[in-house]
């Protein structure tokens, strides 16, 4: 099976490479609380996802759904919010069996007793009940992410995300004003939105080690994370809510004599493909491709894979590839022909 041409020419023109980490170890957390990680990166180009979210500011069962397009209303009775309060925050349906468990949906406003939430939720879109479990949290953004440029170099080090229709955001901190901004250092970009389970790329002078996490977002996802994939092959980069860390940031290194320690870091480095929830997720047969890439900072692909008639990742469509890994804390590239989303498992199941 051959790469498109116009893949390659978009990898090219990017420079795409995945994150390189070093040494460390991923932390299972069988609590939702961590605190912030820290990982190395080396000098060129690199991918990676924040594996950490806000605390909950809400969760409970919906009392009742109004469905529509493009908006549709969760109704909460009794819940005495106060209107505006969910500015800049998601709900995510945590229905455990849901076919939508994981799903994230921006909320648009808020009253005392519903949100007005981005999606159609009826027959004609996600189909939900309309009792579903869910959460409400504020978005993680590059100021809560990454707070006082979490070790990137000011004016130097470049971090891009890819939007919707595959066009790159280009992001420095700035050191003078202490904040995220665009290329021209004319905008206060902390604010930007870095959705669950979406990678970044980052162009850095030389290695550093870089700090995610802290204060606002701090907690460990622990149920599915639906991923929204952007069809007509545009740039998606995506990664597995499962940080890597060498200790934990609040206790010190693992200490194995104590049971279920909330420290407990597990000597896992990676997950298989098979078991990353590519292969149940809706990706057309031999047509959608995932590319992982080498850790060493420089556009060079380790892995060209496919969903193969049986339902298993293969790789370059040929080759059984279900027991290859993907690093913790690095993202990858998927190219889809039409609109889905990747749903990858808890991390129990990971």
Same mark, same amino acid.
Not at 46 to 75: E, H, K, Q, R, Y
Not at 110 to 124: C, E, H, L, R
């Given at each position: 099976?051959?790469?498109?041409?116009?893949?390659?020419?978009?990898?090219?023109?990017?420079?795409?490479?995945?994150?390189?980490?070093?040494?460390?170890?991923?932390?299972?957390?069988?609590?939702?609380?961590?605190?912030?990680?820290?990982?190395?990166?080396?000098?060129?180009?690199?991918?990676?996802?924040?594996?950490?979210?806000?605390?909950?500011?809400?969760?409970?069962?919906?009392?009742?759904?109004?469905?529509?397009?493009?908006?549709?209303?969760?109704?909460?009775?009794?819940?005495?919010?106060?209107?505006?309060?969910?500015?800049?925050?998601?709900?995510?349906?945590?229905?455990?069996?849901?076919?939508w468990e994981g799903l994230v949906l921006d909320i648009v406003s808020? #009253?005392?007793?519903? =949100? $007005?939430?981005?999606?159609? @939720?009826?027959?004609? /879109?996600? %189909?939900?009940?309309?009792?579903?479990?869910?959460?409400?949290?504020?978005?993680?953004?590059?100021?809560?992410?990454?707070?006082?440029?979490?070790?990137?170099?000011?004016?130097?080090?470049?971090?891009?995300?890819?939007?919707?229709?595959?066009?790159?955001?280009?992001?420095?901190?700035?050191?003078?004003?202490?904040?995220?901004?665009?290329?021209?250092?004319?905008?206060?970009?902390?604010?930007?939105?870095?959705?669950?389970?979406? #990678?970044?790329?980052? =162009? $850095?002078?030389?290695?550093? @080690?870089?700090?995610? /996490?802290? %204060?606002?977002?701090?907690?460990?996802?622990?149920?599915?994370?639906?991923?929204?994939?952007?069809?007509?092959?545009?740039?998606?980069?995506?990664?597995?809510?499962?940080?890597?860390?060498?200790?934990?940031?609040?206790?010190?290194?693992?200490?194995?004599?104590?049971?279920?320690?909330?420290?407990?870091?597990?000597?896992?480095?990676?997950?298989?493909?098979?078991?990353?929830?590519?292969?149940?997720?809706?990706?057309?047969?031999?047509?959608?491709?995932?590319?992982?890439?080498?850790?060493?900072?420089?556009?060079?692909?380790?892995?060209?894979?496919?969903?193969?008639?049986?339902?298993?990742?293969?790789?370059?469509?040929?080759?059984?590839?279900n027991d290859d890994p993907i690093r913790n804390g690095a993202a990858?590239?998927?190219?889809?022909?039409?609109?889905?989303?990747?749903?990858?498992?808890?991390?129990?199941?990971?």
């Open positions: 099976m051959n790469t498109p041409k116009s893949v390659v020419a978009g990898l090219l023109a990017i420079t795409l490479a995945s994150a390189a980490i070093t040494d460390l170890r991923a932390q299972t957390a069988s609590t939702g609380f961590m605190g912030y990680y820290s990982t190395t990166v080396p000098a060129g180009n690199s991918l990676l996802v924040p594996a950490l979210v806000t605390a909950n500011d809400f969760c409970g069962a919906m009392t009742g759904l109004v469905s529509g397009s493009p908006t549709s209303t969760i109704n909460q009775t009794g819940a005495g919010w106060t209107p505006g309060q969910f500015d800049n925050h998601y709900v995510e349906i945590t229905e455990s069996g849901s076919a808020n #009253g005392t007793d519903s =949100v $007005v939430i981005s999606g159609d @939720t009826g027959a004609s /879109g996600f %189909n939900l009940n309309g009792d579903e479990q869910y959460c409400i949290r504020r978005h993680a953004t590059l100021g809560t992410l990454f707070p006082g440029g979490g070790g990137f170099q000011g004016f130097t080090d470049i971090l891009i995300r890819y939007d919707s229709d595959g066009s790159p955001a280009i992001f420095l901190w700035d050191s003078n004003n202490n904040r995220w901004s665009n290329a021209n250092f004319n905008e206060n970009e902390d604010d930007e939105i870095v959705y669950p389970g979406q #990678g970044l790329l980052l =162009v $850095v002078l030389t290695s550093k @080690t870089i700090t995610i /996490g802290g %204060n606002d977002v701090s907690t460990v996802k622990t149920n599915r994370t639906m991923v929204n994939i952007y069809g007509n092959q545009v740039v998606n980069l995506v990664g597995l809510m499962n940080p890597l860390v060498n200790q934990n940031p609040l206790l010190g290194d693992h200490n194995p004599s104590i049971p279920n320690d909330p420290g407990n870091v597990a000597e896992i480095e990676q997950v298989l493909l098979g078991d990353s929830g590519l292969r149940t997720s809706p990706f057309d047969p031999f047509t959608d491709l995932f590319l992982l890439f080498s850790l060493e900072g420089a556009l060079s692909t380790s892995g060209l894979y496919v969903i193969d008639g049986g339902g298993n990742i293969s790789e370059n469509g040929t080759t059984v590839a990858f590239l998927v190219v889809s022909g039409s609109d889905t989303f990747y749903t990858q498992p808890a991390l129990a199941d990971q």
